[in-house]
């Protein structure tokens, strides 16, 4: 993931000049005597590089936030950021439960969920069911026929936000034939507002190459669990190097996103690229909205985040081993007292652990 190539470039001058004269300026110095002592820069750290809170007080009677539940890892709050740890071998879904009439449903416990891989039966480990900070990625094209949608979008962009969980953190990509890191990880309403609005609407459409680096970029949201992208795109892709399935797959991966994608479609566009949109968000628990009007995309926006808000969170620890591999499908399903027909959405399948293999490197979230 890669910011603004302008802006790279100059600090990437700025620091090579300075290097060159500070190499100048110590080869002439005269050596430090042995008792001089130099502070060593801090690097800055936290959300939008503030600086370093003080060392955190001893935990305090009230400080946990859940009490585990037979064998649910501890949920902890340390400075305002909702920690969820988990055993690395555990799969975790998140899943959306709706009537016969497409109606939510909210209050299900652990015992009306059925958790199938395979084809097998698995044991459920930890089950959760309250709203929960997210990773968010707000993914949006912007290719030359966006240029007149992008307004109304980028508010769509900023309502999905405003009604989203406060603690999220939210990155912004915008993409054309590139794609381009405006935004990192960053709860500010502004400065999300500032990247959406670096519109240069023009190019083609590499949806796939933006979609792979954007899941990337999730793994490194740190501390939160929840992995969420929104794509918003009004085209099929025509310059990526990634293809579809190459996509797919990566989303797929053991614990990866949950995708929601809006299709601004006219009719030129509308098969490969629905089929596309449509794949990235059912074979990972989300939703693919196709809103016959620009109109739409606020109140789409707005289902987004009451869905990401209201999901049950289970977690269970496959009955084949991680190590095994291969690509595995699963299945939920919930029966309760007084329902009927009772529908859940979420994930298809994963590869198995492929999170793993693939999550290395320092965490992101500055």
């Known amino acids: 993931m890669h910011p603004r190539n302008s802006a790279v470039l100059l600090v990437i001058a700025s620091v090579l000049s300075l290097g060159s004269w500070l190499a100048a300026q110590n080869a002439s110095a005269p050596a430090q005597q042995p008792n001089a002592t130099t502070a060593a820069p801090q ?27 037979q064998g649910q890892a501890p949920v902890a709050q340390h400075d305002d950021v909702y920690v969820f740890k988990k055993e690395v071998d555990e799969v975790t879904l998140h899943a959306t439960v709706v009537d016969d009439h497409f109606r939510p449903i909210t209050s299900l416990t652990r015992n009306d969920f059925t958790v199938f891989e395979d084809g097998k039966s698995q044991q459920i480990t930890s089950f959760r069911n309250e709203d929960i900070p997210v990773a968010l990625g707000i993914v949006i094209d912007n290719s030359g026929s966006m240029r007149e949608k992008r307004p ?32 990192d990880y960053t709860g500010s309403i502004p400065k999300l507002r500032d990247a959406l609005e670096r519109i240069e609407s023009r190019g083609g459409t590499a949806l796939y190459d933006a979609v792979v680096a954007s899941s990337d970029h999730l793994k490194k949201s740190g501390e939160l669990e929840k992995k969420v992208l929104l794509v918003v795109t009004d085209g099929e892709d025509n310059a990526s190097r990634e293809s ?20 601004l479609l006219d009719e030129e566009h509308s098969k490969r690229a629905r089929r596309a949109l449509r794949e990235m968000a059912e074979d990972t628990g989300g939703v693919a909205f196709f809103p016959r009007d620009l109109n739409e995309v606020q109140a789409i926006t707005s289902q987004i985040a009451h869905d990401i808000r209201n999901q049950y969170t289970i977690q269970y620890k496959p009955s084949t081993p991680q190590s095994a591999g291969g690509y595995r499908t699963v299945k939920v399903q919930a029966k309760a007292p007084g329902y009927k027909n009772l529908q859940v959405r979420t994930r298809n399948g994963y590869y198995a652990g492929q999170q793993r293999a693939s999550a290395g490197g320092p965490s992101g979230g500055q």
Do not use: C, H, W
């Not at 939210?170 to 381009?180: A, G, M, P, Q, T």
């Not at 190459?246 to 995708?259: K, S």
């Open 43 to 69: 690097p800055a750290t936290g959300r939008d590089q503030q600086s370093a809170p003080p060392p955190a007080a001893p935990n305090q009677p009230g400080d946990t936030v859940q009490v585990p539940d």
């Open 152 to 183: 109304q979008v980028n508010a769509a962009a900023i309502n999905l936000v405003r009604s989203s969980n406060p603690q999220d953190k939210v990155f912004i990509v915008n993409f054309n034939e590139e794609y381009f890191l405006d935004q």
């Open 244 to 263: 579809l399935e190459q996509a797919l797959r990566r989303l797929e991966e053991q614990n990866g996103p949950t995708v929601y994608t809006i299709g």
